[in-house]
């Protein structure tokens, strides 16, 4: 199974202020159609998650444009330019390039 | 607009069974796989597999490959996991997800198992 491996923030993040959000797989998550299946998902405590970003960095429907995903074969980034207050929760990296798909631990947003 | 509503809440004891339904709206139902994702309190996301609703075709997580299964009912547009042989550690919010890039989530169905 490809294992995925996301950095925990280091502090609380300031209203406003940049955050990133590192993730490495353990083998290329490039499929054989050419496109690399990492996904960033946002979780707030007691929903669903919600798609932020696929195929590494593609902002979904509705999401702002202060998300930003980037990266290729095994090292990945999600990034918010400015953070908000609606932000706060738990970020998880997923690969879909092959079966069994598999999460990152996830990652805590705090605001300071 | 696509929607993905879940079965309610279950308790379930050691060793029974449990069958979690997720039925679709807002587009065609055959076009999309389904994903099953579970959250154990606390704890972070988990695959458990995923079924075409095309050919019913499926792939299950390895760990769970004894102990799921998962089907559709095209003619309902619902895709259903049964969860067999129960233990405590099962105990969590099971999601349906539509695949093309995981966008569209039921509200999640909480299985407790517990004796």
């Known amino acids: 199974d490809i294992v995925m491996t996301q950095t925990a923030l280091s502090s609380p993040v300031t209203l406003g202020q940049p955050a990133s959000i590192s993730c490495r797989s353990s083998q290329s998550l490039v499929f054989s159609d050419g496109d690399t299946y990492l996904t960033w998902l946002h979780q707030r405590p007691g929903q669903p998650p919600r798609l932020l970003i696929y195929k590494t960095s593609n902002r979904f429907s509705g999401v702002p444009d202060r998300f930003s995903g980037s990266g290729a074969g095994t090292e990945f980034t999600l990034k918010i330019s400015r953070v908000e207050a609606e932000d706060v929760g738990f970020y998880y990296c997923m690969q879909a390039a092959e079966f069994p798909y598999t999460f990152g631990q996830g990652t805590k947003l705090e605001i300071k | 607009q696509v929607q993905l509503v879940q079965s309610g809440a279950e308790v379930k004891k050691p060793g029974a069974s449990v069958k979690v339904s997720c039925k679709a709206s807002?587009?065609?139902?055959?076009?999309?796989?389904i994903s099953w994702v579970r959250q154990a309190p606390g704890q972070g996301l988990e695959w458990l597999g995923r079924?075409?609703?095309?050919?019913?075709?499926?792939n299950y997580a390895q760990r769970f490959q004894d102990r799921v299964t998962m089907t559709t009912d095209t003619s309902t547009s619902t895709a259903y996991m049964e969860l067999r042989s129960l233990r405590s550690d099962d105990t969590a919010v099971y999601y349906c997800?539509?695949?093309?890039?995981?966008?569209?989530w039921g509200q999640g169905t909480q299985v407790t198992v517990s004796s």
């Open positions: 079924i075409s609703p095309y050919n019913g075709k499926t």
């Open positions: 807002g587009y065609t139902f055959y076009t999309y796989g």
């Open positions: 997800t539509r695949e093309g890039n995981l966008g569209y």
